[in-house]
């Protein structure tokens, strides 16, 4: 049903990352395998009403938690966002910020459990910025989960336009090890 390996499957050449620098990999991996399979006009159409953002505007969101991770020193700052960038609107523009994250992942030297400073809005009637207590490996976690979440969302818009994708593309890592039992 579907091809979901395990760990005990992984080439014996790659490098032993931490669990969550793995994951975070696999994910960017997962991202620029699903855009070479699709068309620069898939990546930008616009499946209304059943999904209202494109391809190309869902990985924008989700690059942009990568990237505010990637630019921290001990503020993570996911306010800052990039609506309108080309990377919504060019696949070549994504698949090299893919490639460029997952080069600083693979070199990645923060501590994992390095304290950070999150900031977040969470009211929708004003403006309100949270500031929380976090760790830099808790928040690359969430921005993986948050792509994931975001890679479902896509693969419904790749289905929508007939383009075949992976089984596992989009299944929340959980989700996975369910189905492998």
Not at 6 to 12: C, N
Request: proline share 2%; charged share 15%; glycine share 4%.
């Amino acid at each position: 049903m579907f091809a979901i390996t395990t760990s005990s499957q992984q080439s014996a050449s790659q490098p032993n990352y931490a669990p969550v620098i793995q994951g975070g990999i696999e994910t960017l991996e997962q991202a620029h395998q699903f855009l070479e399979q699709l068309e620069d006009r898939h990546y930008t159409h616009l499946a209304t009403p059943i999904v209202a953002s494109s391809v190309g505007q869902h990985f924008r969101h989700w690059l942009d938690l990568f990237h505010a991770l990637a630019n921290s020193t001990s503020t993570i700052d996911y306010n800052q966002r990039r609506r309108g960038h080309l990377v919504e609107t060019s696949r070549a523009a994504a698949l090299a910020e893919i490639e460029y994250l997952i080069q600083w992942l693979t070199q990645c030297s923060a501590s994992l459990q390095k304290s950070v400073t999150v900031l977040v809005e969470t009211s929708l009637q004003e403006t309100q910025v949270c500031s929380l207590s976090s760790t830099w490996e808790r928040e690359l976690s969430f921005a993986t989960l948050h792509a994931q979440h975001h890679f479902a969302m896509a693969k419904v818009v790749a289905h929508l336009l007939h383009v075949e994708t992976d089984a596992a593309f989009g299944l929340a890592p959980a989700t996975a090890s369910f189905i492998r039992g």
